[in-house]
């Protein structure tokens, strides 16, 4: 750590340092202009590390995070990303005919979160660039899933984006861009960091942060050295981030009956109006950020969806959603929730309120024996009953009901039976 230290403040006095000690720059031998042992400068290949300048590809990674100049930086993620691009890919091709449900688990449950760590602890300027790519793998991987065609490219659905970036418990699939949670994630990891640096190195805290930080009696103002005269880099980049949420949160005003985290000015950032006056608030920076930002998106999308017309699809799968209906979304191959790829399909287009994919190829034919009914896109008229005559739409409107008390049955869940006639229904 001193060395990494020392390396990151100066280069130029570590190379001297390297030239007379041999504990720090090995042995250089003179015929070969090789050295052996000692402390090597890093820097991206094909860079010599001994003579870079600042620039030109010049750092060393430090607990997994590449710490250098643009150059190197940049090169360091974009090689991670590139990786985790092929990785995915793969991973779509192996699941895309064997599990298509299981390809949606991994996408949100584990590929989503392949760059949390530099998100975290990396500026949003650093590591845009590579989740753009990531964010649009991501969205890749979903379509060949739930074969949706609405959530890229010329076929875009903004409505249906929206609604695929909300989290499950908000009628989403919790497929959040990760270039949207940059701000958050960044921000986050920074409150949760720079409580510890008072006790790693005093001087370093006095430098970064000032004194206030740790006051009890000061919390209202415990950044406000840090975002007001700190000569840090990070305080440019902590203070757009906190900009940038307050103003996704609506630019909201302290109401401290009822206060949230991202009420507060940026000096104020990681306390809480609770019981005892100010709070710090200890963990879960970035969740409490994300809950409030996205409260104020499910209202603004809840209101766009209430404009369209009451015949859009959309808007009806929208509003019917309820415990039951999202039960599938994401969920895991296991024995009793398993189910074939066409039936994700369709369970995802009728989640979301689009066409059919098993009606496509269908639509327009006639359904049963009048010729006045035609499939459409959505296949309605398979499963209405208001075109049988007689005694049809009867007997479809019973096994309808019959196969849903069946299912309600098995998922152990009460269903109240209806008597008529002399036979039980549920």
């Known amino acids: 750590m001193t060395k990494s230290t020392a390396y990151a403040r100066n280069v ?25 042992g000692g402390f090597t400068i890093g820097a ?28 190197y930086t940049q090169a360091t993620l974009k090689t991670k ?30 590929c989503q979160s392949l760059l949390a760590y530099e998100t975290q602890n990396l500026p949003p300027s650093v590591t845009i660039p ?9 969205l890749e991987m979903m379509e060949v899933a739930t074969r949706l065609d609405c959530l890229s490219g010329e076929s875009l659905d903004p409505l249906i984006l929206r609604r695929v970036r909300m989290p499950v418990s908000k009628r989403g699939v919790g497929l959040r861009s990760q270039e949207w949670v940059a ?3 960044f921000a986050g990891g920074f409150l949760h960091a720079i409580t510890a640096i008072q006790n790693m ?23 406000k050295f840090f975002t007001e005269e700190s000569e840090s880099p990070l305080r440019g980049a902590f203070t757009a981030a ?27 950032a990681g306390v809480l109006h609770g019981d005892l006056d100010l709070e710090l608030i200890k963990e879960k920076f970035q969740r409490e950020f994300t809950h409030q930002i996205e409260d104020v998106l499910f209202r603004q999308l809840s209101e766009d969806f209430k404009q369209l017309d009451w ?85 479809r409107h019973d096994h309808f009901k019959w196969v849903l008390g069946r299912i309600m049955e098995v998922l152990n869940v009460t269903v109240e039976p209806l008597q008529y006639r002399g036979v039980t229904f549920f």
């Open 44 to 71: 991206i290949d094909g860079v010599d590390g001994w003579s870079a300048a600042h620039g030109e590809g010049f750092g060393l990674t430090l607990a997994g995070l590449p710490l250098g100049d643009e150059s």
């Open 183 to 185: 701000p958050m994630a």
């Open 311 to 395: 015949k859009d699809m959309r808007s009806a799968a929208f509003f019917v959603v309820g415990n039951y209906a999202r039960q599938f979304i994401n969920a895991l191959p296991m024995m009793d929730t398993w189910c074939l790829g066409d039936e994700l399909a369709e369970m995802y287009a009728t989640y979301f309120g689009v066409p059919s994919p098993a009606c496509a190829q269908y639509v327009g034919r006639r359904v049963g024996t009048r010729g006045d009914v035609a499939l459409d896109a959505y296949g309605h008229a398979l499963t209405s009953t208001r075109w049988l005559r007689g005694n049809g739409q009867k007997m």
């Open 201 to 223: 190195c005093p001087e370093l805290g006095d430098w970064l942060h000032g004194p206030a930080l740790h006051d009890d009696d000061r919390r209202a103002e415990r950044l």
């Open 12 to 36: 130029a006095v570590l190379r001297e340092v390297m030239d007379y000690d041999e504990d720090w720059g090995g042995v250089l031998d003179p015929v070969t202009g090789i050295r052996t």
């Open 242 to 268: 906190w900009s940038e949420m307050r103003e996704r949160a609506g630019n909201p005003v302290l109401d401290t009956d009822d206060a949230h985290p991202l009420d507060y000015p940026a000096k104020s």
């Open 130 to 138: 590579h989740l753009k790519r990531l964010d649009k793998s991501l």
């Open 81 to 110: 990303t590139d990786k985790i691009l092929e990785n995915n890919l793969t991973i779509s091709d192996l699941l895309r005919i064997a599990s298509p449900q299981g390809l949606q688990a991994v996408c949100v449950y584990c």
